[in-house]
């Protein structure tokens, strides 16, 4: 948890970089310096690639040639984007001495605004699980605890924010896959709405349910990241924009709806629950059906993914991982109708979700039923592992609404986190809150 960027903003690191106290080449080097090999968060390393970035940043910098925030700035990526040049593994043998020929979308917004793109991160095997310790490459280890999950598929991101090396990481969501290991690994992670961030270029897992996210130290930060890789950046000569403090409406209930949780380790909801009703103590119980929501998930997911690799599992099953391959086979099984239904299904929750957003301006719950798991740990007390991670966080891939996890406390010594979900177009109102939430005091 001591990496050089542990507790340095966005904010920070572009003012040192404009006041010239810091470099481009000076914060890639500090970056490199703080990789832990032990936490195995890194697939690929781009030391030369990111050596000849960063000397351009400074450059640009020095010649007054800004491109916005994320000028200069170290950035990880997930090992199932493409990086043109980089291998794309995908935490799978069946891609080993892949290299990427082109970049993905998301790839290209990164580059366009100077970042430094420092390398690869681990992932979930072609990022179908929510562990982050199955995976060709290994397991990704929690900082808090090297012998506890990270959480997936976004494991390397994750743990590469939180273990310091790296102030900003892009990931993957289509179940949880940034607010799961955000979570475990105490840093803040944001999967926006459905479609704000390009996923060209992003091998695919359930096409309807996949977006691109980001990982940071705080909320501040991923609304930074998110405005840039969707196109909202600001001009350049105003790098970083005013950040406007989250006010509750004033009538009792209308900003934010607390979702009883289903599911859950009755430590981790008394941490959570008490941390948001703190914060906002005018919060109003409502329910969602986030088991029904599930159901949906999976009776789409499992078709989705069962697409994509159903040729894999025909002709070279033996190159899976064994528990990716499971539950592929079990995918496989699922029958049309289930899809088809679940698809009406979806369409009905998400105008009852509508109204209920119609109501409050937020809707908050925990992002994960328990703290992080020792690696290898394949069920709780509550279940199954797999469908356990994913019960609080899939509901909100199944509707496209843009959710954070922020750090709302500690169990046992191990990180818990709060689940803020809006409507499309109320993002800063939800980087506001979770921004508010992050900072009170515990």
């Keep these: 948890m001591g990496g050089f960027f542990a507790g340095r903003t966005l904010a920070d690191l572009g003012a040192a970089l404009r006041a010239g106290t810091e470099s481009a080449s000076g914060l890639l080097e500090r970056a490199l310096e703080s990789v832990d090999p032990s936490l195995n968060a890194f697939v690929t390393l ?86 982050g310790d199955v995976s060709a490459d290994g397991p990704c280890r929690n900082p808090r605890d090297p012998a506890r999950m990270s959480g997936g598929s976004s494991s390397g991101s994750a743990v590469a924010v939180a273990a310091g090396t790296v102030p900003l990481a892009i990931g993957t969501d289509t179940g949880g896959s940034v607010r799961i290991p955000a979570a475990f690994c105490g840093i803040t992670g944001f999967k926006p709405r459905f479609g704000a961030i390009p996923t060209g270029g992003v091998f695919p897992l359930a096409r309807s349910f996949d977006h691109v996210g980001v990982l940071a130290g705080t909320p501040a930060d991923c609304r930074t990241a998110y405005r840039v890789l969707a196109g909202l950046s600001p001009e350049p000569r105003e790098p970083f924009e005013p950040f406007e403090p989250f006010e509750p409406r004033p009538e009792p209930g209308g900003s934010v709806a607390w979702i009883e949780p289903q599911e859950i380790d009755p430590d981790v909801e008394r941490a959570v629950a008490g941390t948001v009703r703190a914060v906002f103590p005018d919060a109003v119980s409502e329910k969602v059906d986030l088991k029904e929501l599930r159901r949906v998930f999976a009776a789409i997911q499992d078709s989705e993914a069962y697409e994509v690799h159903a040729e894999r599992v025909a002709d070279a099953p033996e190159l899976f991982q064994r528990p990716t391959l499971e539950r592929l086979e079990r995918a496989g099984r699922t029958p049309g109708w289930r899809y088809v239904r679940a698809e009406r299904e979806r369409a009905e929750i998400r105008r009852e979700v509508e109204v209920l957003l119609g109501r409050h301006d937020l809707l908050v719950l925990p992002t994960m039923p328990i703290t992080a798991p020792p690696i290898g740990t394949t069920g709780s007390d509550l279940g199954p592992l797999t469908p356990l991670l994913i019960s609080l966080t899939c509901a909100w891939n199944v509707l496209g609404l843009p959710a954070i996890s922020v750090p709302a406390g500690t169990v046992g010594g191990l990180p818990v986190a709060a689940q803020l979900v809006t409507r499309p177009g109320a993002e800063d109102l939800l980087f506001a809150a979770a921004e508010r939430l992050r900072s009170a005091p515990r």
Excluded: C, N, W
């Design 46 to 131: 781009d030391e030369e690639g990111a050596a000849v970035a960063a000397r351009q940043a400074d450059e640009e910098l020095g010649s007054s040639a800004d491109r916005g925030p994320l000028h200069g700035i170290p950035v990880a990526v997930k090992d199932i984007i493409d990086v043109a040049g980089l291998p794309t593994g995908m935490g799978s043998a069946h891609f080993a001495g892949h290299t990427a020929e082109h970049d993905a979308a998301v790839v290209t917004r990164l580059r366009t605004a100077g970042a430094v793109i420092v390398g690869k991160t681990g992932t979930h095997e072609f990022a179908y699980g929510g562990t």
